[in-house]
């Protein structure tokens, strides 16, 4: 993913119908004419039994500081902006607001507060309903499950259906980094949550992409993050730029109705909306093979099972998304704010008198190295 912020000829020629800023002469004109017949067409998907119809880009805001870049996507046609309460201490879902101003209506807005009381997630839903200001919030997903009894937690379906109830909410589901296709699978016999926002990419296993598309038809709506697989850069692979291809891999999967890549600067914002709608071919597959090859190694599949290889209780998934982060997002402040909520049990404190790292990967994961330089950023 490219870093620089730059508008180029994306802000100049498009706009949401496709419409172009013309400038008046006929030869601007004609290639403006050009250049709309060349806008790729909105994609909408349906969220499962919310009904809810979402283009297949939704916007990842979890890192954007500019409203403006938010701004250019809701002005393309893209309908959904995904949050969080605790991205960037609060802040991100004011920068959303800003973005949105008075279009909140014609707009689906996901946020996600962290699982805790009762009293607490009613404060944060308060608080993000202020930050949005919006007197309801679309999707509601307690941030980041990991365990199965999770999905049973009477404090939180208690406090989600009264929140519902209450009309601050419409529909609820959860993210989850950890354990995905485990509660996925759990979600079928609790049905309760409308909506599962997981981890997803060219990466994943098959396990996990069968789990996806039986929820998917039993009407759970999917909506895909991390498409990317980290986003990492690497000079093995010359002048392929993998970020579209790994992106229309997600998209081409008709179990997943959205997408939400994190978008910071308008170059990335027009790389991913140009694939909305595209068929994976050839040569994104040979990309992804290369980019395979590279980050084979690094980028922790999140699958889970390795857990309970460390006899510490070290949350080695984890600590490699705070790494991702770090070292694919390239975004150091996120990578130090994940990892700073980890407790002193899950953190890399053991690891520092261990020996030997016996945590072994199945998807050939370095993971020992990993941790290594983990501690080089985080300890
Ligand atoms: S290190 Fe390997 S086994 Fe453990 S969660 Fe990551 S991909 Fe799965
Ligand atoms: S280095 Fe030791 S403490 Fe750290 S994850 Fe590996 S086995 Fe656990």
Redesign the pocket.
């Known amino acids: 993913m490219k870093q620089d912020v730059s508008r180029r000829t994306f802000i100049q020629t498009t706009t949401a119908a496709g419409i172009v800023l013309g400038t008046g002469s006929f030869t601007s004109q004609a290639r403006a004419q050009e250049q709309v017949q060349k806008a790729p067409a909105l994609l909408y998907r349906t969220l499962g039994r919310t009904g809810l119809k979402m283009t297949l880009l939704g916007f990842g805001a979890m890192r954007t500081s500019d409203p403006a870049v938010i701004r250019k996507a809701i002005d393309l046609g893209v309908n959904n902006i995904d949050t969080a309460r605790r991205y960037m201490d609060g802040q991100n879902e004011e920068i959303v607001a800003k973005a949105v101003g008075d279009q909140r209506k014609e707009l689906i807005i996901t946020t996600k507060i962290p699982p805790t009381t009762p009293e607490q997630m009613t404060a944060d839903v308060e608080a993000s309903l202020k930050a949005l200001n919006s007197d309801y919030i679309d999707i509601l997903l307690l941030h980041s499950l990991k365990r199965e009894s999770d999905l049973k937690n009477e404090d939180w379906l208690n406090f989600l259906q009264k929140v519902k109830k209450e009309g601050k909410v419409r529909f609820v589901g959860f993210s989850t980094h950890n354990n995905m296709d485990a509660l996925l699978t759990a979600n079928l016999q609790e049905k309760f949550f409308d909506v599962i926002l997981t981890v997803y990419n060219f990466k994943s296993s098959e396990t996990l992409r069968s789990a996806i598309a039986t929820a998917a038809q039993a009407d759970i709506g999917i909506i895909a993050m991390k498409t990317q697989a980290g986003g990492y850069e690497d000079a093995a692979m010359g002048e392929l730029s993998p970020h579209q291809s790994a992106l229309k891999w997600v998209m081409n999967d008709a179990h997943v109705a959205c997408t939400i890549p994190s978008i910071v600067t308008f170059d990335q914002l027009e790389e991913n909306f140009k694939v909305m709608g595209s068929k994976i071919g050839w040569m994104d597959r040979k990309t992804l093979h290369r980019y395979g090859a590279v980050i084979d190694g690094r980028l922790?599949?999140?699958?889970?099972?390795?857990?309970g290889q460390c006899q510490a209780g070290v949350a080695?998934?984890d600590i490699?998304r705070c790494l991702m982060y770090a070292e694919g997002y390239r975004d150091l402040q996120l990578a130090q704010s994940n990892y700073a909520e980890l407790s002193a049990q899950q953190n890399l404190r053991a690891c520092a008198t261990c020996s030997h790292c016996t945590?072994t990967?199945?998807?050939g994961?370095q993971?020992a190295a990993n941790l290594q330089r983990a501690q080089q950023l985080f300890a």
């Open positions: 922790c599949r999140m699958c889970g099972q390795c857990s080695i998934s490699q945590v990967c199945p998807n994961v993971v």
